[in-house]
């Protein structure tokens, strides 16, 4: 974020050079209204403005996305070229700190085509206990760029050229190791409650219907906490539109009640309707997914 908005007037002259090319490639990050919003600006420096405006107010991961974008299409503008050329010679492989029970990843992954991606990290950790009462409180942190302790994970992988068909996998599991491990909360299976079944009968349907613009869904779960944070990461990291939907319908049969109940009340508003209408012929009633 605080690179975009120091180099907010530059990249604004740099990309207005090519307006289209840039807003194409945020076709996953903006939303129809935002997307509107800077076509709707009198010139190319004010799109460029607007865009930058939006991404930078949406917050620091959508700011690194637009970041990677920038570094991915470098080559469609000479000035951006320069840019990343100044900063390579001058970077620096990060310092990074972990304990014992604890994981940070720096991988740099480029120019990787496959069907499937998986980045999957598995680590064991104690109990909250012992962590409390540990090294945390009595040492201080070391001088590093990056520094996890006590069960910590980090990931600050850069992945750059990569073309995946099908799923991405950059889930974090972690067991615990000591006795005391807090026992998990019981819940009924996704499968048996009535919104899940619901989606679940009709996931041919949804799938179908919404993959026509994924986009606009994504962002209204996402901005709904309807999926965890790390799960939307994941399909918005999936290229294929009904693959994306595909991940994402299976997430919420996942999350069970309290991703799918929220979901079926998403399908009624009316911006949803007005951009899928084929969810209008759709049955999504509750009694449909009893038995």
Known sequence: MDTLKSMQDKLCMWLSSDPEYILDQCGDILSRNQFRKVEQQSSAVEKMRMLLKIIIEMGEDTCQRFYDILKQHQAHYQQLQQFFADNAQGSCRPKVFADNNSVVTTREIKDVKAKSFSMRIDTGSRSTESCQSGEIAAGQAPQADYVARSGGVI??????????????????????????????????????????????????????????????????????????????????????????????????????????????????????LNTYPKLKKIDLSIQNGRE
């Open 155 to 272: 990931c600050a992988d850069k992945i750059s050229g990569v073309t995946i068909d099908g799923a991405m996998d950059f889930s974090v599991q972690t067991s615990y190791a000591s006795a005391a491990k807090p026992k998990a909360v019981e819940r009924m299976p996704s499968s048996q409650g009535p919104s899940a079944k619901t989606i679940q009968k009709h996931k041919v349907e949804l799938t179908e219907c919404l993959r026509a613009e994924p986009s606009l869904i994504l962002q209204h779960v996402h901005a709904e906490s309807i999926v965890r944070d790390d799960q939307y990461q994941r399909v918005m990291n999936i290229p294929q539109p009904e693959d994306k939907v595909i991940y994402l319908i299976d997430r919420l049969i996942d999350n069970g009640e309290e991703s799918c109940s929220p979901f079926l009340k998403l399908l009624e508003n009316a911006e949803i």
